[in-house]
Each structure stands twice: as structure tokens, then as C-alpha cells.
């Protein structure tokens, strides 16, 4: 993330996606937002980003948004990816939340024998459709320009066999690690993931919602992608 706009970014009125930074025109709903909720005011700044890294500043026009600076792109993070049982009641949207604050790339529900949500057919689609709502919204609040992708559910016999899943007595070392999976509020069932390596979480019994966030901070460290890269390269 460049910093060379970073302060004018967080002090900005808000962030929306828009197709295009460099004409920036948002959605009838997010207009109605921006005028009617925020009660945007004439020359006040926004953020504006296509979710691919492109992002510029705009200020806010009678009738029309009006770019302000170039537009920037920047650089990638790293390809993490969070697998995620669903969890009862509203506690997966909290973690998705700040999971996609915290940089993570990607999302997967994840299906395991221990799973208490219902989730298939009509339910299982307006969780993900959830899900996707709240990352959005996420995205914009916390500046983030790549939109965190979730995707479609797969069931712990489909993950590749080299991710790792978090477990009370799994390794420590989290460098270089770039996915790993997180139970529901059941646990693992015995023997779900046979030679899969194992990942602790530290050294405390974590509600199934914390572990989430959790294994989330530590991918971004692990990952290498905690901190903001600049044009010279340096990083802090």
C-alpha cells in the first residue's frame, strides 16, 4: 500500500468501489448513501478503487464526482487464504469482517463433520451472499483497494493436502505460512485430517470465532504482507 496518499486516504469521508477510478461514477445506491446517509458536503474527499488495486481521490461535486489526484495502483499482498467453518448466529460475519480488515486474500466456508450451521441450499447461498456483503463493506472501511475474494464452499476432503489446519497441538513457526484452516465450535472430528500439518494458535483454549481472527493476524504476519510498501522500497 503506497503511503504517499495514506494520510489523506484514512481522513477521507468514505471509500466506494466504482468501475472505473480514472471517471468515477457510483451506483444509485451508493449515491443515495454518500448525499442522503453521510450527508456528503461539496469539496469533502473520498476514496474511490475498482477492488482490482486501482484507487484515486475524488472530491464530491454538486451532481458528480471530480478526481483529484492520479490514479494509483498498489501492490498486490500476499495470496492468503483463510479457510472458515461457519460458525452459529452471526459470529462468521464478525470474523469475516476482520479478517478482511486484517488483509486477508481470500475466504473459503468450510464444511466439516462437526458443522452445527445448516448450510445447504437456500440457507447456505444467503450466508456466502453474507458473507460477501460484509467483506465488501469491510473493504471500503478499511481502505483496503483488492477486494478479499469468497468463494464457494468446499469440504475438508477437497483442501489441498499441503494447507494446513489449526490445532491445540500444531506447530508454532508461522513464517511463510499462506493458508490454514479453522474448525467450527465443535472441534476437529477425529482423525478429519489425516497427515494435514497441524498449526497452534497459541497457548489458550479459543472461542471458534476468536480463533478466526487470530489465524487471520497470523497469516499476515506469517505471510509477510503486515506493513505498507513505498515507491523507495522501504517498509514500515
Known amino acids: 500500500m503506497s503511503l504517499l496518499e495514506w494520510p489523506r486516504r484514512v481522513a477521507a469521508l468514505a471509500q466506494f468501489h466504482v468501475g472505473d477510478p480514472n471517471q468515477p461514477t457510483l451506483s444509485a445506491a451508493d449515491e443515495h448513501h454518500l448525499r442522503t446517509v453521510l450527508r456528503a458536503k461539496s469539496g469533502e474527499e473520498l476514496v474511490v478503487t475498482d477492488g482490482a488495486g486501482a484507487w484515486s481521490l475524488c472530491e464530491v461535486g454538486e451532481h458528480a464526482l471530480h478526481r483529484v489526484t ?51 441450499g437456500e440457507v447456505r447461498d444467503k450466508i456466502v451472499a453474507r458473507w460477501r456483503r460484509v467483506a465488501s463493506e469491510a473493504n471500503n472501511q478499511c481502505r483496503r483497494t483488492y477486494d478479499v475474494i469468497i468463494d464457494e464452499p468446499l469440504h475438508v476432503r477437497d483442501v489441498p493436502v499441503n494447507v494446513a489446519f489449526a490445532h491445540f497441538d500444531g506447530a508454532s513457526d508461522w513464517n511463510g505460512v499462506h493458508s490454514v484452516c479453522v474448525g467450527p465450535e465443535g472441534g476437529w472430528e477425529e482423525g478429519e485430517w489425516g497427515e494435514h500439518p497441524r498449526l497452534s494458535l497459541g497457548p489458550t483454549v479459543l472461542r471458534a470465532d476468536t480463533a478466526g481472527v487470530v489465524a487471520a493476524a497470523l497469516l499476515a504476519f506469517g505471510a509477510g504482507g503486515w506493513g505498507f510498501t513505498v515507491t523507495d522500497g522501504q517498509s514500515r
Not at 487464504?81 to 460458525?87: F, N, R, S
Open 70 to 120: 492520479p490514479v494509483h495502483v498498489d501492490p498486490a499482498s500476499p495470496q492468503t487464504t483463510l479457510y472458515l467453518a461457519p460458525l452459529k448466529g452471526d459470529k462468521s460475519e464478525s470474523t469475516v469482517v476482520k479478517a478482511t480488515e486484517l488483509g486477508v486474500h481470500r475466504i473459503v466456508p468450510l464444511m466439516s463433520a462437526r458443522v452445527v450451521v445448516k448450510f445447504r
